[in-house]
């Protein structure tokens, strides 16, 4: 075989039950130029049998990235591209109306784009290329070209590339460019913009270095929260835990008394109130942030005896490896056991864990543990995933990450 990659039985068998990725420690064999590493890599099981071709990391754990069961050049993968980027977007605008401008567009492995993610927010789209594979000017002109030609109808202001820091020292990647890919008006391109999302009003700066100003996986759980809270009538005072932006919050401000977010980083609270600001004409709560390590503050509040109709806990990824998880689970567990003693008889908690290495039943068991130690009765009223934007596909675990817990604390 000319360049390209065999691999150990072990990863080819998880390859045909269609799983994508292959890690360095199953490569048994690989010949490539490694002073310049192709982008595409033929891959083979140990007996030497193609199993496709696949995109090339070689500085990542996750090395191999299928995204064609034969062996294609690298026109054939651009045509592909262009093919599953533009049915990717094709099946999120229905999604989109007059209440929600934003979405993701593009899913990397979910949308058959390995390492390819692109989001909504209003005007703008930023695209993010996370494999080194990707890492190319054809790539990026032909995303470019496709998402505009696709959001034609939306008319966007600007696409951006914006690649995550943390993967692109990983991944080995170029340094970005702070000029967009694309602008209407390339004099004064768009940066910032204003994005809905169940008709709340969100603040978006594309050169902040933050993420968003509301997680767009969480959309529809933002929303179940609001919904749940008027059911149970729990409309008193609720607290958001790690608001971040304060999408949790606001959503519930538009029925509770009083709602408190609460989360350690400065930054995060200043944009809470700007879209707090933003949204005042359809918010009749009275609204705080304090900023606070969300552990000690709820040590504190629960000792105090504090009590809330309605509670929120949305930490940040506790497990970003298999090895973390131990430690996660007793995080997840603490914020848990401290919100169980706050919550009122018959209020709601909404729980949430974005580690996919966190599954369904160490967080329920985790909740659960929590719940017998604080002598609470607790009821499930939902389990939720991520927005549809967010698909989860039966072969990759990985896409499903987000799992949020809809409570009934007696």
Request: negative net charge; hydrophobic residues 45%.
């Given at each position: 075989?000319?360049?390209?990659?065999?691999?150990?039985?072990?990863?080819?068998?998880?390859?045909?039950?269609?799983?994508?990725?292959?890690?360095?420690?199953?490569?048994?064999?690989?010949?490539?130029?490694?002073?310049?590493?192709?982008?595409?890599?033929?891959?083979?099981?140990?007996?030497?049998?193609?199993?496709?071709?696949?995109?090339?990391?070689?500085?990542?754990?996750?090395?191999?990235?299928?995204?064609?069961?034969?062996?294609?050049?690298?026109?054939?993968?651009?045509?592909?591209?262009?093919?599953?980027?533009?049915?990717?977007?094709?099946?999120?605008?229905?999604?989109?109306?007059?209440?929600?401008?934003?979405?993701?567009?593009?899913?990397?492995?979910?949308?058959?784009?390995?390492?390819?993610?692109?989001?909504?927010?209003?005007?703008?789209?930023?695209?993010?290329?996370?494999?080194?594979?990707?890492?190319?000017?054809?790539?990026?002109?032909?995303?470019?070209?496709?998402?505009?030609?696709?959001?034609?109808?939306?008319?966007?202001?600007?696409?951006?590339?914006?690649?995550?820091?943390?993967?692109?020292?990983?991944?080995?990647?170029?340094?970005?460019?702070?000029?967009?890919?694309?602008?209407?008006?390339?004099?004064?391109?768009?940066?910032?913009?204003?994005?809905?999302?169940?008709?709340?009003?969100?603040?978006?700066?594309?050169?902040?270095?933050?993420?968003?100003?509301?997680?767009?996986?969480?959309?529809?759980?933002?929303?179940?929260?609001?919904?749940?809270?008027?059911?149970?009538?729990?409309?008193?005072?609720?607290?958001?835990v790690c608001t971040y932006q304060g999408g949790f919050a606001l959503h519930l401000a538009r029925l509770c008394s009083r709602i408190t977010g609460v989360d350690a980083s400065?930054?995060?609270?200043?944009?809470?109130?700007?879209?707090?600001?933003?949204?005042?004409?359809?918010?009749?709560?009275?609204?705080?942030?304090?900023?606070?390590?969300?552990?000690?503050?709820l040590r504190d509040w629960s000792d105090a005896h504090e009590s809330f109709d309605a509670i929120v806990v949305d930490p940040p990824a506790f497990a970003k490896s298999k090895?973390?998880?131990?430690?996660?689970?007793?995080?997840?567990?603490?914020?848990?056991?401290?919100?169980?003693?706050?919550?009122?008889?018959?209020?709601?908690?909404?729980?949430?864990?974005?580690?996919?290495?966190?599954?369904?039943?160490?967080?329920?068991?985790?909740?659960?543990?929590?719940?017998?130690?604080?002598?609470?009765?607790?009821?499930?009223?939902?389990?939720?995933?991520?927005?549809?934007?967010?698909?989860?596909?039966?072969?990759?675990?990985?896409?499903?990450?987000?799992?949020?817990?809809?409570?009934?604390?007696?």
């Open positions: 075989m000319p360049a390209g990659a065999r691999i150990s039985r072990r990863a080819a068998d998880r390859l045909r039950d269609g799983h994508l990725w292959v890690y360095a420690s199953d490569i048994e064999s690989l010949s490539a130029d490694e002073n310049n590493p192709p982008a595409l890599l033929p891959v083979a099981d140990n007996r030497g049998l193609l199993l496709g071709t696949a995109l090339y990391s070689p500085a990542s754990q996750i090395a191999l990235r299928m995204v064609s069961h034969e062996a294609i050049d690298e026109s054939a993968w651009l045509d592909l591209l262009e093919e599953r980027l533009r049915r990717a977007v094709q099946k999120r605008l229905p999604l989109l109306d007059a209440g929600t401008d934003a979405c993701r567009l593009a899913f990397s492995e979910a949308d058959e784009l390995p390492g390819l993610v692109a989001d909504k927010y209003g005007e703008l789209v930023i695209l993010q290329l996370l494999v080194r594979g990707l890492d190319s000017a054809p790539v990026r002109q032909l995303a470019a070209r496709v998402l505009r030609e696709e959001l034609s109808a939306a008319g966007p202001a600007s696409i951006l590339e914006r690649p995550d820091p943390r993967i692109r020292e990983i991944e080995g990647l170029s340094a970005p460019s702070l000029v967009p890919l694309w602008a209407a008006d390339p004099d004064h391109p768009a940066t910032q913009a204003r994005f809905r999302l169940n008709g709340l009003e969100f603040h978006f700066d594309s050169n902040s270095g933050q993420k968003t100003g509301a997680f767009l996986d969480q959309r529809l759980n933002y929303a179940a929260a609001a919904e749940w809270a008027q059911r149970l009538g729990a409309t008193g005072r609720a607290l958001d400065r930054a995060s609270l200043e944009v809470a109130e700007q879209n707090l600001e933003a949204n005042r004409a359809r918010i009749a709560a009275e609204v705080d942030w304090v900023e606070a390590d969300a552990f000690d503050l090895r973390a998880v131990e430690g996660a689970l007793r995080g997840y567990k603490e914020l848990n056991l401290r919100a169980l003693k706050m919550v009122r008889p018959g209020g709601l908690l909404v729980t949430c864990s974005c580690s996919h290495h966190v599954d369904w039943a160490a967080l329920e068991g985790t909740v659960a543990s929590a719940a017998a130690d604080a002598h609470r009765r607790v009821r499930i009223l939902e389990r939720r995933m991520a927005a549809p934007d967010h698909p989860v596909v039966l072969n990759l675990p990985e896409t499903e990450y987000l799992k949020c817990l809809v409570l009934e604390v007696e």
